[in-house]
């Protein structure tokens, strides 16, 4: 699953998409890898697989992980080949969310691309092009399916839904601002369309604004923005997160309560980028290996054990499931199972995440 770091020029975009990476690097398992120069792979943090870890001492630790892609600086006219337009769009097509760096500080050495500092215009010149790219889209689908109503009526319900998306983004609101029928979703996944895209903006403040980071005038039209999308808004420094990313796990909890911050700014949106593409964690455990598995939410457990490997969806018995907090309570699965805290679950059960599980299975 990938997300996609947009912005425009010099909002600090790309060096929070270093620390990002340099953050992955710390990671023994799945260190940041380059798959090309502009994507990176990185671990989600999660204590649930810190604590196992500790407590089963194994030969190996995984963790799930999340894609994250830097995409080329947008200026206006991107729907019309201005800049990297092009290149741009057909690179937001590809992920499957997008998150948005919006610069919320003044630095008269930063120069802005449009001479002065202003969020809600940055986000509007962004989602404008994506609106531009989208009715593009749907005008071409829309001509396709009126001739095809010739011969078939059921296309009647595409062009009602392509109206209604067409009339919404003519007022500047995105699709996935738009309230669907379960119907109108199944079709809509089929339109491919970039605002429909779940996103998440990145306020980008500076060192003085930490502080009071969720009162900072700017960050407040941001969230004011984002709540009609009902997308979340997280205010970070990107200048502290490139020095926190090159720290030492020790050096870097001094810094973060020298702050006054818990976790980094990256940390968070790792972890909200995950939630956003609706994705959770199933753990396993022993000695040999403790691993988060990344499924989506919903899932029911034969389908979750295909995740490890086809064999064990197809002989799929039962599922063995004792929840993360249960486990660590109890302080090891003799003592859970005693107290009666381990289930035994069938092909019908939807998984919970943290579930920690042991599958049944027979080929």
């Known amino acids: 699953m990938k997300i996609g770091i947009v912005g425009l020029p010099n909002v600090g975009k790309s060096t929070m998409f270093n620390s990002i990476t340099k953050a992955g690097a710390e990671c023994a398992n799945y260190p940041f890898c380059t798959i090309e120069p502009n994507v990176g792979i990185v671990a989600v943090p999660d204590k649930r697989v810190d604590k196992l870890a500790e407590m089963y001492k194994p030969q190996k630790v995984t963790k799930a992980v999340i894609e994250f892609v830097d995409i080329a600086g947008l200026v206006k006219g991107a729907s019309k080949g201005e800049g990297l337009g092009n290149k741009f769009l057909s690179h937001i097509r590809e992920v499957d969310a ?8 003044e630095d008269s050495n930063v120069i802005h691309v449009d001479g002065s500092v202003n969020p809600l215009r940055d986000i509007e010149t962004i989602n404008l092009e994506l609106i531009f790219a989208d ?38 609101i995105p699709a996935r601002a738009i309230e669907y029928s379960d119907e109108e979703k199944e079709m809509l996944k089929e339109m491919f369309l970039l605002t429909s895209k779940p996103i998440i903006y990145i306020a980008n ?10 009162n900072e005038e700017m960050v407040k039209q941001v969230k004011e923005y984002a709540k009609k999308e009902n997308a979340e808004v997280i205010p970070l420094c990107v200048k502290i997160e490139e020095e926190l990313s090159g720290l030492e796990e020790e050096d870097k909890k001094e810094m973060l309560e020298a ?58 018995i039962k599922a063995e499931i004792v929840s993360y907090e249960d486990l660590v309570r109890e302080g090891s699965m003799v003592a859970a199972k005693e107290k009666g805290l381990v289930r035994q679950e069938g092909k019908d059960y939807v998984m919970q995440d943290g579930d920690i599980v042991l599958f049944k299975f027979n080929v």
């Open 259 to 316: 702050l006054g911050l818990e976790e980094s700014g990256l940390d968070k949106l790792i972890k909200k980028s995950y939630d956003l593409l609706g994705l959770m964690s199933f753990l396993t455990a022993g000695e040999p290996e403790v691993r988060a598995w990344t499924i989506k939410k919903g899932t029911k457990a034969p389908q979750a054990a295909g995740k490890i490997h086809s064999d064990i969806e197809r002989g799929f």
């Open 205 to 214: 403040i500076s060192e003085e604004q930490i502080e009071n980071a969720e």
């Open 98 to 105: 997008i998150a948005q760096v919006v610069r919320c500080f």
């Open 135 to 172: 009715m593009e889209t749907l005008e071409k689908r829309l001509e396709k399916a009126k001739k095809m109503l010739k011969a078939d009526k059921k296309y009647q319900a595409e062009i009602d839904l392509i109206e209604k998306i067409k009339s919404n983004l003519e007022k500047g």
